[in-house]
């Protein structure tokens, strides 16, 4: 065989891997059971948002196993949550599937999901048709505005962790910034948030740099960013590539306490990323991040520290995406609670007027609001001594 | 001009990834006439296993000797379970076979390591190296450096030694090379061991630089499948010299794009191979003249 076919088989290779890869991992199915209420979730599990996945699968797990200690009271009956997890394999097109498989073949009475902005577009139409209530972990504004009946979500909105940011700005005399995101609709919805306070006069934005979301090296996009002379950078991120972000930053001797993350940066995995050069880095997120040194004065702080004091046992280590998934449960549960009905239609009702004090902050749900958490439950974090802290910024 | 300098530093060291992985598929490419689309699990595995031997606290050269033992393992237990079953010539069956064996052991490590990225602990600790307004990683001078006497030895034994001569033989005609006491079997074996090895040592001191997850094999893989396309797929130091190219032209692109196309840089390595097969089909090395045989 001569070269030419064997690169005319090699790229017909590069298709198929490109198309063909991920695994599937899915747990229990189906099996009617009326001492059981059977809630879907559609995850990241695999793809380049496992990351994520990862975590938001083992916090519904502990809350699971929390809830059915006790079981639920629905009306004289006390019945037991089951999770139905699929993975979503980090693509839009199998959310989708996942999501009719859950309405049409699990008969879930709510979804959990998906974890991600990508993935939460594709599922709404289909919660909607079929009147089942779903909770999004991804921070999307678009995923709740315009309302939609039976979609809602736990991360704070784009806008308004632009707004928690602009705040410390204002703090900092911070006038001129870059912006460092990866190219998907999660890192876009961030670009585009920023690019819309810099027409509206609010902000300087210099420059901005795209990188895939399997980029292993971001020294070329620092240096640009960082030639632009900056006030601070902004990044928009998940890890590994946060951590990246920040090593190369700190290359080019751009000030640790100049960078400015989003939620999405990550907690653990972004320090150990990151290592040294993330000292001083600031993340807007809930103060749950932070859960050693929460004092626990109010009920919903000590909801943040059992989560965090809870989570870090049970897996060696915390997330700052689990406390989005388990709030997704929890406000399904409370819901159903609430209500006093496992029917989809009641927890959409019960959903619509629900206040909670949830492991990543306060939820404010009305017929107008659909989430995600509200601003009062942001902060904006500091990595000091090498793990996340309260900030002056805060 | 200090942009285009660090440019040129990010990509010569990003490619040097791309040329270890890029020198295996080559090497085997050229001995097995087989293109293994599975060089990049062993990057993969190996990366993945020494970081997380770290993060259990095993010593360095303990982990990267473990790494580098259970990579060199897969590595010929694929070759023993896919070269066998190609019916005879057919190269493209046993090209298919790698592409599995590449998602099973993709899945294999998803479902014993997880999802998440692990980290390694540079070699050495320190501030980055700083010249003429470049800046780089210091772990990279461990990467170009093992990368540099890796490539010399397996120059070297090609050129060098009987096996060198064997192997060699065996690329240019199996038939022959059998009559004259060689045993093309044996030859593919040794070829994928050194490939895996070769893979490994990529993977562990890579590591460091890439926080390594289950998901990163296949993407190195294509890379250095490019990279050694457009080096002319069976010639060792093409591979080297289109990783490197491939990496220089990746880090320029995402420096002189603007900001609003800055996304469009992942994929100018598919690029390069397409303007480099039709310019130059038989690779950037070696004479459009003369088909060897």
Not at chain 1, 353 to 380: C, I, K, M, R, W
Not at chain 2, 88 to 99: F, N, S, V, Y
Not at chain 2, 267 to 293: D, H, K, N, Q, S
Request: with cysteine; hydrophobic share 45%; charged share 15%.
């Amino acid at each position: 065989m001569s070269t030419r076919h064997w690169v005319a088989a090699g790229l017909a290779a590069v298709v198929t891997l490109s198309v063909g890869t991920g695994c599937a991992k899915e747990q229990s199915s189906g099996g009617d059971d009326s001492s059981q209420i059977v809630i879907g979730a559609d995850l990241e599990l695999s793809g380049p948002a496992a990351v994520q996945g990862e975590a938001y699968q083992r916090a519904l797990k502990m809350v699971q196993a929390d809830i059915n200690k006790t079981g639920i009271k629905v009306g004289d009956k006390t019945k037991k949550v089951k999770l139905v997890i699929r993975d979503n394999k980090s693509d839009p097109a199998e959310s989708l599937t996942v999501a009719k498989s859950l309405i049409n073949n699990d008969h879930v009475a709510a979804i959990v999901g998906a974890g991600a902005s990508p993935t939460t577009m594709p599922m709404i139409p289909v919660a909607e048709k079929a009147k089942i209530p779903m909770i999004s972990m991804g921070s999307s504004g678009a995923i709740v505005n315009p309302v939609q009946k039976y979609v809602f979500k736990t991360p704070g909105n784009t806008d308004v962790i632009g707004n928690v940011m602009m705040k410390a700005f204002a703090k900092k005399k911070i006038k001129k910034i870059a912006v460092l995101s990866v190219d998907n609709p999660y890192g876009e919805a961030g670009l585009k948030e920023w690019q819309a306070l810099d027409k509206a006069g609010k902000i300087d934005l210099v420059t901005n740099q795209k990188f895939s979301d399997s980029v292993k090296d971001l020294s070329v996009q620092a240096t640009k960013v960082t030639a632009a002379k900056p006030d601070a950078v902004v990044v928009w991120a998940i890890p590994p590539q946060s951590g990246l972000a920040a090593k190369a930053l700190r290359q080019k001797k751009f000030p640790g306490d100049k960078v400015y993350y989003d939620t999405g940066a990550g907690s653990e995995l972004f320090v150990k990323g990151a290592g040294a050069a993330s000292e001083g880095s600031y993340m807007v997120h809930s103060r749950v991040l932070a859960g050693n040194e929460i004092t626990a004065t109010t009920p919903a702080a000590q909801t943040e520290k059992n989560f965090f004091t809870e989570y870090s046992a049970k897996y060696g280590g915390f997330s700052g995406f689990a406390p989005m998934a388990a709030d997704a449960l929890n406000l399904i549960v409370a819901a159903i609670k609430k209500g006093g009905s496992a029917d989809p239609q009641d927890i959409q009702k019960s959903l619509e007027n629900l206040s909670y004090d949830g492991a990543f902050g306060t939820y404010q749900f009305s017929p107008t609001n659909h989430g995600g958490v509200s601003e009062s439950s942001l902060t904006v974090l500091q990595v000091k001594n090498g793990t996340w802290s309260l900030s002056d910024l805060g | 001009m200090s942009e285009l300098l660090q440019y040129v530093v990010t990509g010569l060291t990003t490619g040097s990834a791309y040329a270890l992985v890029g020198l295996g598929i080559a090497l085997i490419a050229q001995v097995t006439g087989v293109i293994n689309f599975a060089q990049g699990q062993f990057v993969m595995l190996a990366g993945l296993l020494f970081a997380v031997l770290q993060e259990h606290r095993v010593p360095t050269v303990l982990a990267a000797l473990a790494a580098l033992a259970v990579t060199v393992l897969v590595g010929l237990a694929l070759e023993r379970l896919v070269l066998p079953r190609q019916a005879a010539g057919r190269t493209d069956q046993a090209i298919m076979l790698t592409i599995g064996a590449s998602i099973v052991i993709e899945g294999i490590a998803f479902v014993t390591i997880g999802t998440e990225p692990k980290f390694a602990r540079p070699f050495t600790a320190g501030e980055a190296l700083r010249f003429g307004g470049a800046s780089m990683d210091r772990q990279y001078l461990w990467v170009i450096g093992i990368a540099a006497l890796v490539m010399l030895a397996v120059w070297l034994v090609l050129t060098h030694t009987r096996t060198g001569w064997a192997m060699r033989a065996t690329a240019m005609d199996p038939d022959a090379a059998r009559l004259s006491g060689i045993s093309p079997s044996r030859m593919s074996l040794l070829v994928f061991l050194a490939a895996a090895a070769l893979g490994a040592i990529g993977g562990i001191v890579l590591a460091p630089l890439q926080s390594p997850d289950a998901s990163v094999g296949i993407g190195l893989g294509l890379k250095g499948f490019a990279a050694a396309v457009i080096g002319g797929l069976d010639r060792p130091a093409g591979a080297v010299a289109g990783g490197l190219a491939v990496g220089v032209v990746e880090a320029l692109a995402s420096g002189y794009l603007p900001s609003s196309q800055s996304g469009f840089a992942d994929g100018i390595a598919y690029a390069v191979l397409l303007v480099a097969l039709i310019a130059r089909p038989t690779g950037l090395l070696r004479r459009v003249t003369g088909e060897r045989v």
